[in-house]
Nanobody, 125 residues
Framework: QVQLVESGGGSVQAGGSLRLSCAAS????????LGWFRQAPGKEREGVAA????????IYADSVKGRFTISQDNAKNTVYLHMNSLKPEDTAMYYC??????????????????WGQGTQVTVSS
């Protein structure tokens, strides 16, 4: 059974940085995708960044381009989200997600099969 466990969330002032980690156990899909999503209170879940596990291609939402970086460590079966220049509007619960196959829309939540429990990120002004 695939399990995703996020860590690294916390509280930070605007302009600060955080690194989120997602450890994937029993995840052996080599031509699939790993993604980060976020959901703020009263808002829909949105895709933030994704990476294709086969070739390492990355995709970002416009709202985080140039500030966030997604990366993977295959040896540790872990995906990271490096977040710089954080803004108050980045405040949300952040979720890690994994697919079982190659997907067409890597920032769409319906494409993913497995989800973590989430980690809270709070950015104060």
């Amino acid at each position: 059974q695939v399990q995703l466990v996020e860590s690294g969330g916390g509280s930070v002032q605007a302009g600060g940085s955080l690194r989120l980690s997602c450890a994937a156990s029993a995840y052996t899909y080599s031509s699939a995708a790993l993604g980060w999503f976020r959901q703020a209170p009263g808002k829909e879940r949105e895709g933030v960044a994704a990476i294709y596990t086969g070739g390492g291609t990355t995709i970002y939402a416009d709202s985080v381009k140039g500030r966030f970086t997604i990366s993977q460590d295959n040896a540790k079966n872990t995906v990271y989200l490096h977040m710089n220049s954080l803004k108050p509007e980045d405040t949300a619960m952040y979720y890690c997600a994994a697919s079982r196959r190659w997907i067409t829309f890597p920032l769409a939540s319906y494409e993913y099969n497995y989800w973590g429990q989430g980690t809270q990120v709070t950015v104060s002004s």
